[in-house]
Structure formats: C-alpha cells, structure tokens
C-alpha cells in the first residue's frame, strides 16, 4: 500500500511559480512512475506530467512544456512539480498518484491518489 501526500499550493498571481511537492510511503518500488494531474471545476481530471521511478524518464503535457518541471529526490520519497509562469488557466486542484503502466496519460491507469492540492492563479 502506498500512501501519498501533496503540499505547495497556493494562490499567485500571473507569471508567478509555486512548487508542489508529492511525499510518497508504503511500499513504492514496484510502481512504475508518478504522475501529477490536474482538475479543474467541470473539467477532466487532465494530465499534467509524470516521472519514473527508475532511470530518469520525465512526460509532458504539450500545454506546461517549458513552464513546468518534474523531479524528484535520490531516494524517491518525494517529487516535485516546479511550476513557471503560471496563468490563470493553471488553476486546478492538482494531484499525485501512481501508475504500473508504462507510457500511459490516461488518470484510469493510475492509482494510490493524493487529497490533491489548490493551485489558484490571478490574472
């Protein structure tokens, strides 16, 4: 079982940054990567980028490329989200979770979901 909790959000305005941070326990090394979604008020759950556990593998949704940046630490406990130049598209509730599946964007694939975080940017 794994647990995971997201911290970081916040409110900012436009072109600002926040980073997110996802702390991750329990049993962890069997999983494939983790994922950062987002959800916004009457949309999907979309995501937003992903990290593997092993190697250094990193996606991206083609709308945060360049702005956004996903890492994590040596012992993979925890990963962030570096998010730059925020606009008010951005806000969402943003969430971790992790998947077995390789190469996969689809939120049904992924499990072990976060409470999620607010992330609200004013223009």
């Known amino acids: 079982q794994v647990q995971l909790v997201e911290s970081g959000g916040g409110r900012v305005q436009a072109g600002g940054s926040l980073r997110l941070s996802c702390a991750a326990s329990g049993r962890t090394l069997s999983n494939y990567a983790m994922g950062w979604f987002r959800q916004a008020p009457g949309k999907d759950r979309e995501f937003v980028a992903s990290?593997?556990?092993?190697?250094?593998?990193?996606a991206y949704a083609d709308f945060v490329k360049g702005r956004f940046t996903v890492s994590r630490n040596g012992a993979m406990n925890t990963v962030y989200l570096q998010m730059n130049s925020l606009q008010p598209e951005d806000t969402a509730v943003y969430y971790c979770a992790i998947t077995d599946s390789s190469g996969t964007y689809n939120y049904r694939d992924y499990h072990s979901w976060g409470q999620g975080t607010q992330v609200t940017v004013s223009s």
């Open positions: 990290i593997k556990w092993f190697g250094s593998g990193t």
